[in-house]
Structures are given as C-alpha cells and as structure tokens.
C-alpha cells in the first residue's frame, strides 16, 4: 500500500497562483500516474490534470489548459500542480490520486486517493 500526501492548498485572490505538491510514499506499476481531481460542493468530481512516469505524458482538463502545469520530481515521487490565473470557479478541495496509467486515471480509474487540499479564490 501507498500512501498521498498533499500540501499547498489555501485562499487567494482571483488572479493570483498556488502550489500544490502531492507525494507518494512509494511507487509501484499501480501508480505509475499520478493526478489531480477537484470537488466543488454540490458538484461531480473533475478531473484536472495528471501525469505519467513511465511515459513523460501529461493530461489536462479543458478547464485547465493555458492555467495550470503539472511536473514531477521523479527522486522525491512528488507530483506538482502550479495553478495561475485562479478563477472564483476552481475553488474546491483538490485530490491527488494515482492508478496504473494516465488513460485511466483520467477516466476514475485509481488505486490510490488523497485526503485533499482545501483552494479557496475570491472574487
């Protein structure tokens, strides 16, 4: 077993920019992608964007194109979210997760799940 540890979430004006890392406390062939999911109250989990070790892919949601990035650091297993231009609408509290590949993470298909980060962006 695994498990996520999520750091960097908080509360920031629209238009600014946080950080979110995530790290996994160990990596197997169940992990090899790792991501970022969000949920509004009252709203469906979305996926936001995810990454894949072997493979140096990256996904992203529409939502998140041209605003966020996601990186890894392969020696310290740690995923990173950079979220710019934050809009009132991505507040939520941000998943980490990751599953034996990109295609399925970003269809739901995880092995492991974080505790999540609280993003709050006012207006």
């Known amino acids: 077993q695994a498990q996520l540890i999520e750091s960097g979430g908080g509360l920031v004006q629209a238009g600014g920019s946080l950080r979110l890392a995530c790290t996994i406390s160990?990596?197997?062939?169940?992990?090899?992608?790792m991501g970022w999911f969000r949920q509004a109250p009252g709203k469906e989990r979305e996926f936001v964007a995810g990454?894949?070790?072997?493979?140096?892919?990256?996904s992203y949601a529409d939502s998140a194109k041209g605003r966020f990035t996601i990186s890894g650091d392969n020696a310290k297993n740690t995923v990173y979210l950079q979220m710019d231009s934050l809009r009132p609408e991505d507040t939520a509290v941000y998943h980490c997760?990751?599953?034996?590949?990109?295609?399925?993470?970003?269809?739901?298909?995880?092995?492991?799940w974080g505790q999540g980060t609280q993003v709050t962006v006012s207006s």
């Open positions: 160990r990596r197997t062939f169940s992990s090899d992608a």
């Open positions: 990454l894949s070790w072997s493979y140096e892919t990256t």
């Open positions: 997760a990751a599953g034996p590949g990109l295609h399925g993470l970003r269809g739901g298909q995880l092995d492991y």
